[in-house]
Each structure stands twice: as structure tokens, then as C-alpha cells.
């Protein structure tokens, strides 16, 4: 029976499962919103869009928080080589977790009534900020929980002058995951105001901190699951928070095109959200070199999985498809369509959510004592989540360049129905994919949740040993770099036709250009991730099946040799 090494380890084993059901509850309000964009009639009343849509974005952010907080408490005394600091506080971390959660799903019922309660010119139960929903008081409690996080993790930490990399970015990420936090503890009245500081929480919150939390564990698990050296590992996780930070704090700017900030914004913006895709580019080779410098076999398939969609769902989601919407040539018409929300789901899903599935299928196992586990489950998870996820973001592509041209080019009336029904074809495929996505997402948490009392029954079988040619067949640098130009070369095509939007033949009534583009853009980007990955898992399952196959050292060498 495999053991955990520190007992305080078991502490994040609730917060992975409070993260299973928030994805549950998440993905369910994605489906209803989905269907109410077909009917916008349905449940009119009784759970609005803008409610639903606001509780499928805080819940999303839940989920990934607490797969982070799961994560972080299960690495920290690996990292440190000793037991949690201050289990108690751990425990007054959960149970404020949960008391924010249920809060919110509380205060947006009233919000759709609208009550939200001001004190001193704040708003104590919700301010109806976009991402930032939350009133004074939860905005409080959360503060306060992430003063926390920090705390455990700095004191469980050994000394600053004893810290690798991989610790640094830990630390730091925390602290900052506190610091930053404060832009969202007060409301301005005015507008362009409220709005720049808002971005401060949302862009270096999310697309910064949060980066550098995502690096940093990423780096670790690989180390868990390949051996790998951490020093090498720690090489990369310092470049990558480098490039983060050099990027980001200047990319933030994007954000600042249309909302009454100075013009010298856009050129700023379009350039240094240019060079974010850079530190993705550099975590995703990284991942291939761990994969596969040392042969190893791979045990433990799902939590790899969901590993490397995370690093290449970043790629795309976060670095090819942020990269073509931010210019302001091309951001004055993405801005707030579906483009948008292609771009959102893939990365915020792709970047943060896949990892703290990764982690717990990785942890887990280990928490509940199992030497195996039937794999099965996980793996078939993981292609359907990563697939429909996949198609949800081109629905959402192929819906929002209709939406640009049918309303942003042509002007025709939103609320007067003349958008819906030619983006009639991109409704009906969001929730196809949607339940596609919806069935992986009940099948892990399923597998997760159980995978303690289904052990005795179900273990793991042998796998069959595979031809290690064709698609199985090692798979090199080379070939690698191959997969990834062409990722951009598709994101290149979008990205033109996009900027095509501006020329006189498309603003004068033809879309053939920018339709041509995408229907050659999205389809190829996201088929080439689809492939890739494919690729990629099938030369590891290769490797490990044949690692397996091989019979013990002592049964290769014949008798008498030395």
C-alpha cells in the first residue's frame, strides 16, 4: 500500500473534493446557459442569464482556487521536507471557503431581485462588477483566507536562504495572490476609473499570479511524476515567472483600449500582449523534455494527461488565441463577442482548471493508500472533457466572427433579432459540445470521488504491449517543434482575418475574407492540438507499455554472464 509522507498532506484531500463538486455545479450552470442562448425565454424569472452567467464564472474561479489551495497543501511538505504549519488554520481556511461559496450563490439570488445593500458608499453583498461580484463582506473573508494560505505556506517553507525555484514562485505566488487582491476591496464611482483598477485584479490576478502559481506546480508535479532533476525544472520555472511578470505587467494594457484610458495605451498594450505568449511557449516545451529526456514509464496516465492539456490548452487558449485577439487593430473587433469567450474558456478551463484535475489524479490515489487504480476511467475523462472543450471554443470562434461581421460590420439591431438567428448554427453547437464536455466532467468526478471504494474490485490492468511505430513511435524535438509552428501558423490565419475586418470590401458589406479565414483558422488549430496531444500520449503509452512488458533485469541476463 502506498503511503503518504507527511500526514498534513491529507488536509487538501477535502478541497479536491469541494473542487470535483463545484465543477460539477459549474459546468451544469455552462450547459443552462447554453440552452438559454437558444431560448432566452427559459427559466426567465426565476434564473436569469446574467445571474447564471455570474454564478458560472465565480464558480469556475472557485473551482481552480480550491484545486490550487489542494495542491499547494499537498506539495508544500514535499517542497519542504516537513509538516504543515498551522493545520488549524488550514481547517479555518476550508470552512471559510465554503462560507464564500455559499454567500455568493445567496447574495446573486438577491442580486436578481436587486438588493445588494451599501454601507459608506460600498456595497456589502454585491457591487455587480464584472468577475469581481462579491460584496464588501465576502471580498473581506477572502482576504483574509488567502492571508491564510500565506501564512502556511511561508512558515512551512524552510529558510528564504534554503529556497529553490520552485519555493520562490510558491512564496511569491501566494503573497501576491493576497497583495493584488486589495484592487478589489474598494468601489469607485467613476467609470473608467473603477474599470482600470478592476483589470489590476482580473489581469494580474488571474493571467499573473495565478501564472506564476500554475508554473511553479506544474514544474513540481513534473518532478513527482518523472523524477525529473529540480534543478533543471527550476531553471525553467525561474525563466517562466521571469517572462510572466516582464510581459504581463505591461500586457495588461489591452485591457485599457476602449474604456477611456489614453490613446498611448494601445500601442503599449498591442506590443507587450504580443510577448505574453512567450513564458507559454517556453512551460510547453519544457513539459516535452521532461516527458521524455529520461524514458521513464509513465504510472499514472490520467493525472499526466490532464497535465499536458493544461500546458498545451495554455498554448493555445491563453498564448495563440490571446495573441490574435489583442492587437488594438484586431481587439476593436473581438472585444467583447464570442472571439472573446473562445479565447476565455480555453485558457481559463485549458490553463487552471486541467491542472488541479491533473493534481488530483495524481494525489488522490496516493491519499487513499492504492498501489493501483483502473485508469480506464480517467483516460476516457480526460478525451471527452479535452475534446468537447475543444469544439466548445470553436463554436464559440466560428459564432463570434459571425457576430462581429453581422453586428459590428453591418450594424444590424442586437436586441431587434437580426444577430441570433445567423449565429443559429454556433448556438446549437455550444451545448452539442457542451454535453460532450458535461459527460467527461460526471465521469471524473465520479472516478475521483470513488476511486477508495471501487479499489478492491477494479484494478488497473496489464497493459498490451504496442508497436512503438506510426503514431506510438518516440516522438522527437524536432517533430515536436513541427506540432507547435503549425498551432501558430493556423493562429496567423485568424489573426488576418481578423485585422481583414478593417478593409473597405469587408466594412462595405462582404464577408468572404474573414469567413474564409476563420473556417480555415479555428478548424486547423484546434484539430492540430487535438492531434498533437493525441500523439504525444500515444508515444508514452508506447514506451510504458513496453517498459512493462520487459521481464526483470535478472531474467535478461543469461547464467554465468558477468
Known sequence: MIRIEYETQRLSLRFYLVMLVLFLFQTGFG???ALQHIDPGLLSGTLNFNVIRTLHLNFAIFWVLCGFIGTILFVGPLLSKRELAAPWLIHVLFYAFLAVVVWNLFTQVLAQQGIAIWWMGQPLLNEGLEYLEAGRIADVVILVGFAILSYVVVRTFPPIKQWNEIHWGLGLGVLALTAVWVFGLFFIERLDLQEYFRWYVVHYWVEGVWEVIHISLVGFLLVLMFKADVKAVGYAVFWGITLVWLSGLLGNAHHYFWIGTPEFWQFWGSLFSALEPLPLIFCFWHIYLDAHEDDMPVENMPAFAFLLGSVVLEQVGAGILGFTMTFALTNVWSHGTWVTTSHAHLAL???????????????????????????????????LVFTGMLGVGFAFAIGGTVQ???YRTLGLDWFGGDVAPAMLVAKVLVPVFGFIFAVGVALLVYDLLTLGARAGAAVRAPAATRAATGWSAPLSGWETGKWLLAMWFFGGIITVGLLSFNLDTVQQGSALFPYIMAGIGYPG???????????????????????RAEPPLAARVPVGAT
Open 349 to 383: 478551463f485549458g490553463t487552471f482548471g486541467m491542472l488541479g484535475i491533473a493534481a488530483a489524479y495524481y494525489a488522490v490515489p496516493i491519499m487513499r493508500g492504492l498501489a493501483g487504480f483502473d485508469q480506464r476511467l480517467g483516460r476516457l475523462a480526460f478525451w
Open 404 to 406: 462581429v461581421f453581422v
Open 525 to 547: 488549430l484546434l484539430l492540430v492540438t487535438l492531434f498533437f496531444v493525441l500523439r504525444f500520449l500515444r508515444s508514452l503509452e508506447a514506451r510504458t507499455s513496453a517498459a
Open 31 to 33: 450547459l443552462l446557459l
